[in-house]
């Protein structure tokens, strides 16, 4: 029981990866201090598959920067950082829990991986390589990214964009369909059974996502944000899957000491 639990806030809280650098924008103006917040909020995702159906779930939300070291959601490594003339270039070297979205589909992993990113006046591009480490699946990921932060008082404002590259073992991991995972279905007697269907290719999934934080004290902050994803035909294919896309949305307040 310990244990599922807990494989569900790590899932919860790796759906959360994109906001990864939320909490630091959200106190842009003293980002490269140290800090310690803790927080909760609401998340409702939305998976393709068959039958899906929306999910809202409740979390604790924790983000810790001392020093080039961080800890945000399920993800914690080094970033490393230097401004110069108006350009300020990082590299993250991170380790990153993964856990498929969906019932009955929590399994567990960790990827180790690199992120570059460049943040100027037009906005903050960034690119990263993740890979499994655990032995789960073997699989790797490229990401790409672009977000444009737009201040205007109290509120940040931050719409993104970005592709996301998935080896075929990479996107089997995440949207394809065991032989275990569907008897634990019968074996619980959900109300929809989903066909065993492995994803047999390489997928390229694009997606976006706009994120919003209101300063409402020097300590307190309130987050939202919303994302969808477009799958790859590869994923699209699968007769588990019913959506040729995916989303999700959040709300929280944090509390920054």
């Keep these: 029981m310990t244990t599922k639990i807990a494989k569900s806030l790590i899932a919860i809280m790796a759906a959360l990866l994109p906001m990864g650098h939320l909490q630091a924008q959200a106190n842009e103006s003293d980002e490269s201090e140290n800090h310690i917040a803790i927080g909760a909020g609401f998340l409702d995702q939305y998976t393709p598959f068959n039958s899906a159906s929306s999910h809202a779930t409740l979390f604790p939300i924790i983000s810790i920067k001392q020093g080039a070291y961080y800890f945000e959601g399920a993800e914690t490594g080094f970033q490393f950082k230097k401004e110069m003339d108006g350009i300020t270039p990082s590299l993250s070297l991170f ?63 931050t719409p993104a964009v970005q592709a996301n590259w998935m080896d075929q073992k990479a996107a089997n991991y995440m949207y394809g369909i065991t032989a275990k995972q569907r008897a634990r279905m019968i074996r619980k007697e959900r109300r929809v059974i989903l066909p065993v269907a492995p994803i047999t290719d390489e997928a390229l999934n694009l997606g976006g996502d706009i994120t919003m934080a209101v300063q409402l004290s020097n300590r307190l902050t309130l987050i939202a944000s919303a994302g969808a994803t477009y799958l790859d035909k590869s994923i699209q294919r699968s007769a588990a899957v019913e959506q040729n896309w995916e989303a999700q949305s959040f709300l929280g307040l944090t509390y920054r000491f």
């Design 95 to 157: 380790a990153s829990a993964r856990v498929p979205a969906g019932r009955d589909r929590q399994k567990l992993s960790v990827d180790a991986g690199a992120r570059f990113a460049l943040e100027s006046k037009l906005g903050i591009v960034s690119g990263e390589f993740r890979h499994d480490v655990t032995d789960k699946f073997n699989g790797s990921e490229i990401i790409a990214r672009y977000s444009y932060p737009i201040s205007t008082g109290r509120f940040l404002i």
